[in-house]
T-cell receptor
Framework: KNQVEQSPQSLIILEGKNCTLQCNYTVSPFSNLRWYKQDTGRGPVSLTI?????NTKSNGRYTATLDADTKQSSLHITASQLSDSASYICAVEGNNRLAFGKGNQVVVIP | NAGVTQTPKFRVLKTGQSMTLLCAQDMNHEYMYWYRQDPGMGLRLIHY???????AKGEVPDGYNVSRLKKQNFLLGLESAAPSQTSVYFCASSYRDREQFFGPGTRLTVL
């Protein structure tokens, strides 16, 4: 069973536009939630790590939100750039283990 | 400061052959991990290590062995490769359970 579900699976957006990616999880107990960016052919790179008490965390044009009550997180990309084309992976830690989602594939077109 | 490096980048094996993937990190991290990434699936943990000389099983350990003889190196071995082990393998390291830093990956094909 996949304990981390991401949506949409893929999306195409115009350069300069905003987009929001969703992550729902069932991991329990909850320790933290992480968002990674993975460029094609490269390893994942950490964007944010959020603990139970954190509702919002930003990293440049990336803003992650967390609702631990509903077990939902979102990653908002502001003013997208061509370099934002990548897979965005949500991962949730519980019981000292990380459960990874399948990723949101984002393609930014000029 | 190279971060996490993996050797080799690509490899093609025949069924039954053996090989070792090498992971090295220069950040003095205690924890190291081996993952596999397959199409349509999230990253899955194979084995991990919380310190030199220690290893532990992850989610999908069957068919793999690991060793952590030095703090900076983490080796993943396939004793008898099978087509089901065709995948992209990522190594990662972290200071305890904090942010994980990933290597560039090794693309393995087993024929």
């Amino acid at each position: 069973k996949n304990q981390v579900e991401q949506s949409p699976q893929s999306l195409i957006i115009l350069e300069g536009k905003n987009c929001t990616l969703q992550c729902n999880y069932t991991v329990s107990p909850f320790s933290n939630l992480r968002w990674y960016k993975q460029d094609t052919g490269r390893g994942p790179v950490s964007l944010t790590i959020m603990t139970f008490s954190e509702n919002t965390k930003s990293n440049g044009r990336y803003t992650a939100t967390l609702d631990a009550d509903t077990k939902q997180s979102s990653l908002h990309i502001t003013a997208s750039q061509l370099s934002d084309s990548a897979s965005y992976i949500c991962a949730v830690e519980g019981n000292n283990r990380l459960a990874f989602g399948k990723g949101n594939q984002v393609v930014v077109i000029p | 400061n190279a971060g996490v490096t993996q050797t080799p980048k690509f490899r093609v094996l025949k069924t039954g052959q053996s090989m070792t993937l090498l992971c090295a990190q220069d950040m003095n991290h205690e924890y190291m991990y081996w993952y596999r990434q397959d199409p349509g699936m999230g990253l899955r943990l194979i084995h991990y290590s919380v310190g030199e000389g220690t290893t532990a099983k992850g989610e999908v350990p069957d068919g793999y062995n690991v060793s952590r003889l030095k703090k900076q190196n983490f080796l993943l071995g396939l004793e008898s490769a099978a087509p089901s082990q065709t995948s992209v393998y990522f190594c990662a390291s972290s200071y305890r359970d904090r942010e994980q830093f990933f290597g560039p990956g090794t693309r393995l094909t087993v024929l």
